[in-house]
């Protein structure tokens, strides 16, 4: 009887990803940070952000997923940039890379960086890329731990009210 | 062609081994002489063909053949030849065909070894290690495939995994693992047989202990060398996580000491037979389960293989022999009849009970640990961790309990003793504990936990240099010469001597351990070119960070000049590796290992350019020790199991009324 | 025009920052420090205890302590300014559960279904105690009921040889009376009382020759 519910459990376990990790932050209000900018400048506070719903996007240069999404979330911020915050953050990465990135591939909204990794840890990053959904009353209603596509992205976005 | 030749070879050990396993249960059912040979036939021609799949094999990785599936995966044109022959068992496929390789290997020796004894047992047990064969066939021609073919073959593979390129020890440590693992197949084969015949004779006993041996020899070795990689290579200083993986291995090795203890009773007193038999049949199980958690993704650990279809396969085998196992104990475990009793707690029989508990208990205290957060998240829908510090928590208490068992145990006398007795045995070895925990506290041991291991090593030592003096003294009682009676007692009684030896290796680990653990230092120190720090007794001096490329890796050295009480020791050079395929660098500690330490030098980060190094820097004492204690007990075990004088003794007690036969058997004590 | 775009963004996002704005607060999460603030090389020593208690999140099950990646790196810093801060050991574990769940405690902490894996090792070894008691009372029951049944079957053994009987083959002889000296305790492996009473008796005997 024993042996039958281990092997269940290790059935139901097979499909399980064991390197993904499910966020408790989801329902809760995101943590606070205030961090500089790429390029320099005051640092932007998450209050300040307060009022429209915000998508954090934690990426790196060196992550080739985020590259994939970087079309997507590009696109979607200069298409909803009004309604909707974008905001990077660097993740274990140096601003001169970023701002080659940058000139590169293009950016429609801004990059915070994060030098100590306290804004990542804060918000529980165990990897890039990882970008979450916060309302406008500051609550992370969702977090996807994937490069985003057109629709993950509309789907994450109906969950922060657009 | 390559590809097509080894599908066939694969398909054909399949069919093989799947015939041989059912010639083997007829033959076994119906007492055919015939029935045996063909069996044994298929047998060898299943260890035959997979040798030709793994030759093909490496054949073909040292060809850079791409058109082979495998070696598409891991091989590499950049990497040297004895990489390239080592990548066989570094990913999933290949070390599946490795497993049948060993598989087969053991399985043409024990066929071989038995193949005119115990005929009502072998040819059920020849059955079962070719059924086993045709699961692995299976996985091999189906979800693991090694051998596909690859439509379009690149120019140029990735390579294995750079970790294993990494040191020499990675060469090693697989091979013996799979030894350890794959054999313990054929003691389960012979106690299923046992189990089919509905007895176990006293007959068959040795040989199911002694292929049980075996790969507990291996298995032990094993460990020990995955314990010194993962010290010598991975860089922060410690040698055991409780990794899911390392549980893996650890878990069947535990029940095997279990089992062969458990079976020494057997062979001695006719008990306990089907608690022996459940213990070896739980070993085989355990090896399946720890292949499933090494292979199946399930588990997150630095072993973990990647996903695959392959894990609901193993599951489904493994929940096959489970159920094999369960029917067969529980309708044939009420046949085996004892031909002794166990008396008295406060006795050695009383004292084998206690090594079975507190092992079998270790084995399920480690299984609920690793399997916990499994279960919690399939029910609850939460993921938590049990880590290192939940398994030290509850390996210290058991791992001290057994060290005094192994002084306790043999200092008690067989069958029920007197109180006079039990002083007489149990109260001298006190001096040794007394001595080595004053010892320890002189030189600076102060943590309750080692001082408590020191004592009770020290009670176990002298317990274990009483009895393997004991037959000296009674020979030279006798009128032998020093010398002589050195040379004969453990000849005459090998298994005794060398069980002996075995516990020396056990206990001296122990202490090992206890000390490595708590009376290490550490420090992390910034450094700038030509800075010094220091260590311990060591004075370090940071000479230079200099850029190194090899084919494979780039590296960044750290040139650390080494003083100590004045002495120059030289210089050491830990590195931190960027391979091509990994974003985060690889470093590689440097370890300079004396007599009672080492000095252990990891670099955190190092920057050429600015002359700075990050360097973690421990002096970790007595781990030396801990590789040359299991040395001590691989050795032990092998001295038991050397084909004995068993038979010369005999006649020699034939003919010389110097060597009367009862006191052969008390010596064996 | 995309960069302009993202300047006016920013200049309209500074605008609204104080000169202090406060990062993540651990005080907010755990609340005010309730340890002692510590420094040194207790500081040192603490903050690598602590480490070890945390699983490092993008490394395979080693903890903070032990990890050489960046985010471990980061998060040991972290929990050195903490500790400096006067945060005892629970809030800071708890801080980064906040964040990672209970993931990144490699303890189990003691609550809810965790007392299972706590207490099953305790429980495991009640339970072979146990076992191991009830076998080792077992066979003195087995060797009444033995003893009952040789009584019974007594007239079979007529056809046995008796106590002092000897083997025709007279070399075996000697062998045959030190066996019996052996298992008896008695020259000539006859006793003068008559046959050995017990196993037990018998095991005494041949303990206390042995010993």
């Given amino acids: 009887m024993l042996i039958a519910g281990l092997v269940g459990v290790l059935l139901l376990n097979l499909g399980r990803d064991p390197h993904s990790i499910r966020s408790p932050l989801v329902g809760r209000p995101a943590p606070p940070f205030a961090l500089a900018p790429v390029g320099g400048g005051a640092p932007v506070t998450s209050e300040s952000l307060r009022g429209r719903p915000l998508v954090l996007n934690f990426w790196a240069t060196w992550c080739a997923p985020c590259l994939e999404e970087h079309e997507t979330l590009q696109r979607a911020g200069a298409s909803l940039g009004g309604d909707v915050q974008f905001l990077g953050v660097v993740y274990e990465d140096e601003e001169d890379r970023v701002k080659a990135f940058q000139r590169r591939y293009g950016s429609t909204y801004p990059s915070l960086l994060d030098p100590d990794g306290k804004a990542a840890i804060a918000y529980g990053v165990a990897g890039v890329p990882e970008t979450y959904f916060v309302d406008a009353g500051g609550v992370i209603r969702a977090k996807y731990a994937f490069p985003l596509n057109a629709e993950t992205l509309a789907e994450n976005l109906k969950k922060v009210g657009r | ?669 | 025009m995309r960069t302009i775009a993202g300047a006016v963004l920013l200049a309209a996002l500074a605008g609204g920052v104080s000169a202090q704005a406060p990062a993540d607060d651990p005080a907010q999460v755990v609340g005010a420090p309730r340890g002692p603030r510590l420094q040194g090389a207790a500081l040192e020593s603490h903050a690598k205890e602590v480490a070890g208690l945390l699983r490092c999140p993008v490394c395979q099950g080693l903890s903070v302590a032990d990890s050489p990646s960046t985010m471990a790196s980061n998060m040991r810093a972290q929990v050195k300014d903490l500790l400096a801060a006067g945060y005892d050991d629970e809030q800071i574990l708890a801080y980064f559960e906040r964040s990672y769940g209970e993931f990144v405690r490699l303890k189990p902490p003691l609550r809810g279904v965790n007392w299972l894996v706590w207490l099953a090792p305790v429980a495991g070894l009640l339970l072979g105690a146990a076992v191991i008691a009830w076998v080792l009372r077992g066979p003195r029951h087995a060797a009444a009921e033995r003893a009952a049944g040789q009584e019974e079957s007594g007239s079979e053994r007529a056809d046995l040889p008796g106590p002092d009987a000897l083997p025709p083959d007279r070399s075996l002889a000697p062998y045959v009376l030190r066996v019996r000296e052996r298992a008896y305790g008695w020259p000539g492996g006859v006793s003068p009382e008559g046959p050995p009473a017990s196993p037990a008796a018998v095991a005494d005997h041949a303990a206390r020759d042995r010993a």
């Fill in chain 2, 1 to 669: 062609m390559t590809a097509a030749a080894g599908r066939v070879l694969i398909l054909l050990a399949l069919l093989v081994s799947s015939a041989g396993a059912m010639a083997g249960f007829a033959a076994g059912a119906r007492g055919s002489e015939a029935g045996w040979r063909l069996t044994r036939r298929l047998a060898y021609a299943f260890a035959a063909l997979m040798a030709a799949a793994n030759a093909l094999m490496v054949w073909a990785l040292l060809r850079r053949d791409f058109s082979v599936g495998y070696v598409a995966h891991v091989g590499s044109r950049s990497v040297p030849d004895w990489v390239a022959v080592v990548s066989l068992w570094s990913s999933l496929e290949g070390s599946i065909l490795f497993w049948g390789l060993v598989l087969g290997v053991y399985v043409t020796a024990a066929t071989r070894a038995n193949r005119s004894r115990h005929p009502e047992y072998m040819p059920y047990a020849a059955a079962t290690w070719l059924a086993c064969g045709a699961f692995f066939s299976f996985l091999l021609a189906g979800p693991a495939q090694p051998f596909a073919t690859v439509p379009h073959p690149p120019a140029d593979g990735p390579g294995p995994n750079p970790l294993l390129q990494n040191h020499v020890l990675m060469i090693v440590h697989p091979p013996f693992l799979y030894l350890g693992y794959v054999g313990m197949t054929i003691p389960f084969g012979l106690a299923s047989a046992a189990l089919l015949r509905g007895r176990l004779g006293h007959d068959f006993i040795r040989p199911l202990r002694d292929w049980l041996m075996l790969p507990w020899i291996f298995l032990t070795c094993a460990i020990t060398l995955g314990a010194w990689w993962a010290y010598e290579v991975l860089g922060w200083g410690g040698y055991w996580a409780w990794d899911p993986v390392e549980n893996a291995s650890f878990l069947p090795w535990l029940t095997a000491t279990a089992a062969l203890h458990s079976a020494l009773l057997t062979e001695r007193k006719g008990v306990l037979k089907g608690w022996t038999t459940t213990l070896v049949m739980a070993t085989f199980l355990l090896t399946i389960l720890g292949t499933f958690m090494t292979r199946s993704g399930v588990f997150n650990s630095v072993h973990s293989f990647t996903q695959s279809a392959i894990g609901p396969t193993i599951l489904g085998f493994l929940a096959l022999v489970l159920v094999w196992s369960v029917i067969l104990l529980a309708a044939r475990i009420d046949r085996f009849s004892p031909e002794g009793q166990l008396l008295g707690a406060a006795s050695r029989d009383g004292m084998f009970l206690a090594n079975n508990l507190l092992f079998v208990l270790f084995t399920f205290t480690v299984l609920v640990g690793t399997v916990f957060p499994l279960v919690v998240e399939a029910v609850q829908n939460v993921q938590m961790s049990v880590g290192r510090p939940y398994f030290d928590r509850m390996a210290v208490p058991i791992g001290i309990a057994l060290l005094l068992l192994m002084g306790v145990g043999p200092a008690l006398p067989w069958g029920r003793a007197t109180p006079e007795q039990l002083k007489r045995a149990l109260l001298p070895p006190i001096f040794g504990a007394l001595l080595a925990a004053a010892l320890g506290a002189m030189l600076g041991v102060r943590a309750p936990w080692t001082l408590v291991a020191l004592g009770f090593g020290g009670y176990t030592a002298q317990v274990t240099l009483r009895e393997l003096w004991r037959p000296v003294a009674r020979r030279r009682a006798k009128g032998a010469g020093l010398g002589e009676a050195l040379v004969e007692s453990p000849r005459r009684s090998r298994r005794r001597t060398a069980a002996y030896v075995v516990h020396a290796g056990a206990a001296l680990a122990l202490v090992a351990i206890a000390v490595s653990s708590t009376m290490g230092t550490s420090k992390e120190l910034q450094l700038r070119e030509g800075q010094t720090a220091t260590v311990g007794a060591y004075t370090l001096t940071f000479l230079k960070a200099e850029e190194v490329r090899e084919p494979h890796r780039d590296a960044l050295v750290a040139r650390i000049g080494i003083m100590k009480g004045g002495r120059d020791l030289g210089v050491l050079t830990p590195r931190m590796n960027h391979y091509e395929s990994q974003r985060e660098p690889v470093g590689t500690p440097a370890v300079r290992t004396s007599l009672f330490e080492d000095l252990y030098l990891s670099v955190m980060n190092i920057d050429p350019a600015q002359g700075t190094l990050g360097l973690l820097a421990m002096v970790n004492p007595m781990v030396a020790w801990i590789w040359g204690a299991a040395l001590v007990m691989a050795l032990g075990g092998l001295a038991a199991l050397w084909p004995g004088h068993r038979a010369a003794a005999a006649v020699a007690a034939r003919v010389d009324p110097r060597v009367p036969a009862p006191s052969r058997v008390a010596a064996e004590g």
